[in-house]
């Protein structure tokens, strides 16, 4: 057995051989069938695949799971590592599960905790398997990253190319309902990924990197949603405090960190002078939907989601005092407030249904997960995509401790709790000759 085949078998990295390109690998892997999953919400609601006989979200998540149990059962594949992590992951299905027959077992209940169990938590697991393997777990974060990009220029086609406006594409189901919050979070992780390129990539990329973080914050200023625009703008300084923890051995992030400022700075001026001299400052304003929605809030002129979501917090905290230790069950905020789904803060959501019994572990695993980020941040090794998903962690779990989250379906943040997890180890090295004397 050759030297790397050994370290393949030692450290699972298994090499594809073959005369397929790089992209066409990617595209006929294992993780686009489960990026396919993970993103059927939004693309099964366009007209385009209305057509589709099946659902495209049970499709992709069979499909995934049935290739995933072929390549265990030919030992291409590894299974679970069953360390605390998964563990706790368990306990926190368990409980889940068990909850929901202290609630009130009203059918609400009841179709919560299949959502939790089949598309929440199953993504946390699928991932954990996939992601062991890091060219899988490189290959996810790209396609991803890739997905992001194809649908913001489905969305910019249809809204500046074809012409179509903000309500027409609210009743054709390119934006329906809560729809902008995804297209939003798409525009976030197309932005998190130039970001981290521009700074922790290499250099033959900074260029077309730094389109990619221009139009993808563009995009964030007008799509609507404020969440993923303020936590995306937080990224920038907090690349920074990486660049100063990991002390990285390069040296040129800072520089490219204020040349990425610089762009961006004179783009939106740009953009906006542009913008005016086309449409008027009137129209100009109401094209920029997302800062126009930021201004509303500020001056308390249009504050109605906020106050709903609000008040839904503050029913979840008060709830939760009620019943602190095993809380109301599994699906019981939606049963008690029906105008809204879930409190937009997961921490308060796993507080009032499944009480600390329930919240002790989700909070251990994140904890977990928060520690291999710092890990992955101080290894000067560490690569343009580990820095990534450290940066969309950080970023995450301060948005899902406050304005968002929801158990039912949350299956991008448990999947991005499993990539965090799998990131900071240590790489495999070559062997080394020994001389013997």
């Known amino acids: 057995m050759t030297m790397h085949a050994q370290l393949d078998r030692t450290y699972g990295l298994q090499r594809r051989a073959g005369p397929l390109p790089a992209f066409l690998d990617d595209l006929l892997s294992i993780e686009m069938c489960f990026m396919l999953y993970l993103t059927a919400g939004r693309y099964k609601a366009l007209p385009e695949f ?7 979200t049970m499709l992709f998540f069979a499909l995934t799971l ?12 590894r299974l ?14 368990a409980l889940g599960i068990v909850s929901v027959f202290w609630s009130s ?31 899988r777990r490189d290959r996810l974060v790209r396609l991803l990253i890739g997905f992001s990009v194809a649908l913001m220029a489905y969305y910019a086609f249809h809204r500046w190319v074809v012409g179509i406006s903000m ?13 902008y919050l995804e297209y939003g979070a798409h525009a976030g992780w197309m932005f998190f990924g130039a970001l981290a390129m521009v700074v922790f990539g290499p250099r033959k990329w900074l260029v077309p990197a730094l389109a990619v973080a221009v139009a993808g914050l563009f995009l964030l200023m007008l799509i609507g949603a404020r969440g993923s625009l303020v936590f995306s703008a937080l990224a920038v300084p907090l690349a920074g405090a990486m660049l100063v923890i990991g002390r990285r051995r390069d040296g040129g992030g800072f520089q490219r960190l204020v040349l990425l400022l610089v762009v961006l700075a004179v783009m939106a001026w740009a953009g906006y002078a542009a913008l005016v001299a086309v449409k008027g400052f009137s129209e100009a304003s109401e094209q920029l939907y997302t800062l126009e929605r930021l201004s509303g809030q500020i001056s308390n002129e249009a504050t109605y989601s906020l106050d709903i979501r609000a008040e839904g917090r503050d029913l979840a905290f008060r709830r939760w005092l009620e019943l602190p230790l095993f809380g109301w069950g599994l699906g019981e905020f939606r049963v008690q407030l029906p105008t809204l789904d879930y409190p937009h803060n997961l921490l308060l959501e796993t507080l009032m249904e499944m009480g600390l019994v329930g919240t002790v572990p989700f909070v251990a695993l994140q904890i977990i997960a928060l520690f291999a980020c710092l890990r992955a941040i101080r290894n000067p090794d560490s690569s343009w995509i580990e820095m990534m998903i450290a940066l969309k962690f950080l970023t995450e779990i301060v948005s899902h401790a406050s304005v968002e989250g929801y158990l039912g379906d949350n299956r991008m943040y448990f999947t991005l709790i499993a990539l965090a997890l799998c990131i900071g180890r240590s790489k495999p090295q070559a062997l080394k000759p020994v001389y013997v004397r």
């Open 50 to 56: 209305e057509f589709l006989p099946v659902d495209p």
């Open 66 to 77: 049935g290739l995933i149990i072929h390549k265990v059962g030919a030992r291409e594949m």
């Open 80 to 93: 679970l590592p069953l360390d605390a992590a998964d563990l706790l992951v368990m306990g926190f299905v």
């Open 105 to 135: 077992l009203e059918p609400k209940n009841i179709d919560k905790a299949w959502r939790f169990v089949l598309a929440s938590t199953s993504a946390y697991f699928i991932a954990r398997i996939l992601v062991q393997d890091p060219e």
């Open 167 to 179: 309500w027409e594409l609210e009743n054709t189901g390119r934006i329906r309902g809560n729809n």
